[in-house]
């Protein structure tokens, strides 16, 4: 009889044991089974999995949940202020983690620290530019940003992706403007140029419409692709590309953290060092809803020389160099980026 | 009143209750609490509880939202018409052609489509409409036109993926308006002189009228109200008010303003069913 009790406690103990679950509020290429079952199966723990587009869902899904429901947060790296604002990182251990090897540029420091403390760590990167089709068109005549909205060649060959921040960064740099200094002031400069560009466009396009509309041929040109559109393209259809133009291209970067109210912040740790480690890292920038570069450098050390070449590792220095970070406007003017946005899909 | 009368309207209290209280609950407070919310405001990356008509004002002010309504109200008439006069034919065929064992495999065809994800369904139509895709080469490989139609991310494809799904809908309701016309009303008609055309236009088609009104009333509320459609197919060419909406939510996390082109989406939906009153009511005379 004391048998089978000790064995039906071990055995409600494992079952306990091997519920305690991570909920996770990330970016969908963390959905891949294959970056999250290895970390499950290591410590015997569930990983549940919120995924969000835009920082602006992600603020309204945690405003409405209660303090502790949320463990991990994915978040958009020039958000990561917000979210300190808001209270909704804790400190990180970085004594325990690889910051040593994370890609100097895309480190974002200024954003992600506050007070001695780190809130938040770039865990990948990569760039809002052009992605097109070879076979119908050549880099050399994407060079020129400004073609794409004031030159009729373009007309129902493009696809905009549909996210305001790195688009409009984008034609702020094809107007000559630094996306760090975007203002109210530029912002009809701005619209004219996006009516333009929707003059132009067949459609405007989310994550997965922006791979269908280029992978079926329904256009030619993706106005804020990059290699997380068509990296996973390249073994099917290499005839997919992307390039940066000659005024450049905006980067984007997500960034990892744990929420201050989290009741397992030592797993929720656990969880940002393996997606931080070089085994995670390339299983994120492989990942099954779009690859882009890993922030960890010795992340090249896993990938294999196709998915590297796929993600052009070696031309990096070259491309960071190139690129201007997202913009980060405030409260107000994010309203109005977003009224003129709103403006140009009506239009 | 007398103590049974008393008894008799508790017992009807009590059994009405459970049902008042749902709708308080799961309208009634969730309205009011919406309606308030429509009057405060976001300003910068705050809400702000002051009490105004800033919500509405902005809505009415700024063409590419108000344009949002309008687009909306002309996509869902257009659907809503579109959608009754493909399904009516279709319904009076299985009730009046196919043989009555029969009637059910053929509304289980019929509504077939049905069994798959709205998500999917209007994702597969993308592949239908795209400009390589199996409607484009069907007709160029039949010598029709030369060049690719331009469907896909218009206005057209919403339309199409919307009246996909709604004729299913009314082909039901008008379905099951038509079974339950008594034979002997057209018989008599036909009696007293009456050709097919003017039995149907004044006999059938006036006594299956409520079908019609329910069918296109429900068409016209969830059309009016949905995103996903417009979103996948029309590819963003122009916005409609829900898609507006989840940009107030998704985006600028504005729920004040969410909130208020929300009660703009009841007020007009409260008007469609004002004007289909009289078609709606549950007990006829």
Redesign the interface.
Same mark, same amino acid.
């Given at each position: 009889m004391r048998t089978i009790l000790l064995a039906t406690v071990a055995a409600v103990a494992a079952s306990a044991a091997q519920a305690e679950e991570l909920n996770a509020l990330v970016w969908c290429d963390h959905t891949d089974p294959a970056l999250i079952e290895p970390f499950e199966k290591a410590h015997g723990v569930k990983v549940n999995l919120k995924e969000y587009e835009g920082t602006g869902t992600a603020l309204s899904i945690v405003e409405q949940s209660r303090p502790g429901d949320w463990d991990v947060f994915v978040i958009d790296g020039i958000d990561v202020p917000r979210a300190i604002d808001a209270g909704l990182l804790a400190p990180l251990p970085v004594a325990e983690l690889p910051m040593a090897d994370i890609f100097p540029e895309v480190v974002l420091e200024g954003f992600q620290s506050r007070d001695g403390n780190t809130y938040a760590v770039t865990e990948k990167f990569g760039y809002n530019t052009i992605s097109y089709n070879k076979e119908k068109i050549s880099a050399e005549e994407l060079s020129e940003m400004q073609a794409l909205w004031s030159s009729d060649e373009f007309a129902g060959r493009i696809a905009i992706y549909d996210y305001y921040l790195p688009v409009m960064g984008m034609v702020a740099m094809g107007l000559g403007k630094q996306t760090a200094d975007i203002g109210e002031g530029d912002l009809p400069a701005i619209r004219d140029a996006l009516f333009g560009l929707k003059k132009n466009a067949r459609s405007v396009v989310d994550v997965v419409s922006s791979q269908t509309a280029l992978a079926t041929g329904e256009v030619d040109i993706l106005v804020g692709g990059g290699e997380w559109v068509t990296a996973i393209l390249a073994a099917d259809q290499p005839e997919l590309d992307w390039m940066i133009p000659d005024q450049g291209a905006v980067r984007w970067s997500q960034s990892i953290g744990v929420f201050a109210d989290s009741e397992r912040k030592d797993l929720a740790v656990e969880f940002v060092k393996y997606i931080l480690s070089p085994e995670g890292q390339a299983r994120l920038a492989t990942s099954s809803c779009y690859w882009a570069m890993p922030a960890n450098a010795k992340a090249g050390e896993v990938l294999t020389d196709q998915q590297k070449a796929a993600l052009r590792w070696d031309d990096q220095p070259d491309y960071l160099k190139r690129a201007q970070l997202y913009p980060a406007p405030d409260g107000d003017l994010d309203a109005a980026m977003q009224d003129a946005w709103t403006e140009m899909l009506q239009h | 009143m007398t103590t049974p009368e008393r008894a008799e309207r508790r017992r009807a209290w009590a059994a009405v209750a459970p049902a008042l209280l749902w709708t308080l609950a799961f309208f009634v407070v969730p309205f009011a609490m919406m309606a308030a919310m429509s009057l405060w405001q976001?300003?910068?990356?705050?809400v702000v509880r002051v009490w105004d008509l800033s919500n509405y004002q902005d809505f009415l002010s700024?063409?590419? /939202?108000l344009?949002?309504l309008w687009n909306s109200i002309e996509i869902t008439v257009l659907v809503t018409v579109i959608s009754v006069v493909l399904a009516y034919p279709l319904a009076w065929i299985i009730a009046e052609r196919v043989p009555r064992h029969l009637q059910r495999l053929a509304l289980a065809l019929a509504v077939l489509p049905f069994w798959t994800s709205y998500v999917v369904r209007s994702?597969a139509w993308?592949?239908v409409l795209?400009?390589?895709?199996v409607l484009n080469q069907a007709l160029i490989g039949a010598g029709l036109i030369a060049e690719p139609l331009?469907i896909?991310?218009t206005r057209g494809a919403t339309v199409t993926g919307f009246v996909h799904f709604f004729v299913m809908l009314l082909t039901l309701t008008i379905y099951a308006n038509l079974v339950q016309l008594p034979a002997n009303y057209r018989r008599a008609a036909a009696d007293l002189g009456a050709g097919p055309l003017a039995v149907f236009w004044h006999v059938t088609l006036p006594l299956t009228l409520p079908g019609i009104m329910v069918g296109a009333f429900l068409t016209f509320v969830l059309c009016i109200g949905d995103y996903i459609t417009p979103?996948?197919l029309g590819?963003?060419?122009?916005?409609v008010l829900p898609q507006?909406i989840m /940009?107030q /939510?998704?985006?600028?996390?504005?729920?004040p303003m969410a909130a208020a082109l929300s009660i703009v989406l009841m007020t007009v939906v409260t008007a469609a069913w004002l004007a289909c009153a009289r078609w709606l009511r549950l007990e006829r005379a």
């Open positions: - | 976001r300003q910068g990356r705050e700024k063409p590419h /939202l344009g949002a994702y993308t592949l795209a400009k390589n895709g331009e896909s991310a979103q996948i590819g963003n060419s122009e916005l507006v /940009l /939510l998704g985006r600028g996390a504005d729920l």
